[in-house]
């Protein structure tokens, strides 16, 4: 199946404590699920669903981000995370995504990720580490 619009993926997971805006940003902060995480699940969603889906040796990397965290949700509740492929641009992929915990639409937004071949995306780091050096 080639990368068309039209595509659709989710992941459900339950919220830890782990996962809470005070465990990423201290004791000052609500122990309910952090934007951080929310952005993460966001492109981990995207990317799970193309992977299988490009040419053997191929990856993805989020290159925008545009979200709207909506509500707040409580340690021990579910969210679905759901990505759907809006456009592809050549390289270039956009995807409308959303989170819903057990009671209501948590995060939404869009989110643009970039095929690349991981050992020329090496080969650049490499050739820019090399330049602080």
Same mark, same amino acid.
């Given at each position: 199946?080639?990368?068309?619009?039209?595509?659709?993926?989710?992941?459900?997971?339950?919220? %830890?404590?782990?996962?809470?805006?005070?465990?990423?940003?201290?004791?000052?902060?609500?122990?309910?699920? +952090?934007?951080?995480?929310?952005? +993460?699940?966001?492109?981990?969603? +995207?990317? @799970?669903?193309?992977?299988?889906?490009?040419?053997?040796?191929?990856? +993805?990397?989020?290159?925008?981000? %545009?979200?709207?965290?909506?509500?707040?949700?409580?340690?021990?509740?579910?969210?679905?995370?759901?990505?759907?492929?809006?456009?592809?641009?050549?390289?270039?992929?956009?995807?409308?995504?959303?989170?819903?915990?057990?009671?209501?639409?948590?995060?939404?937004?869009?989110? @643009?990720?970039?095929?690349?071949?991981?050992?020329?995306?090496?080969?650049?780091?490499?050739?820019?580490?090399?330049?602080?050096?």
């Amino acid at each position: 199946m080639p990368l068309a619009p039209g595509l659709t993926h989710q992941i459900i997971i339950t919220v %830890n404590e782990s996962d809470t805006a005070r465990a990423a940003g201290g004791e000052s902060l609500p122990a309910v699920f +952090s934007t951080p995480r929310l952005v +993460s699940y966001m492109e981990k969603t +995207s990317h @799970e669903m193309i992977l299988p889906l490009l040419p053997p040796g191929m990856t +993805s990397v989020g290159t925008v981000v %545009n979200i709207q965290h909506l509500a707040a949700t409580p340690v021990g509740m579910q969210i679905r995370f759901t990505s759907e492929l809006v456009a592809v641009d050549g390289r270039r992929l956009t995807f409308k995504v959303e989170a819903w915990d057990e009671v209501e639409k948590i995060g939404q937004g869009e989110h @643009e990720r970039f095929i690349i071949d991981p050992v020329r995306f090496d080969r650049r780091l490499v050739e820019k580490e090399a330049t602080i050096k």
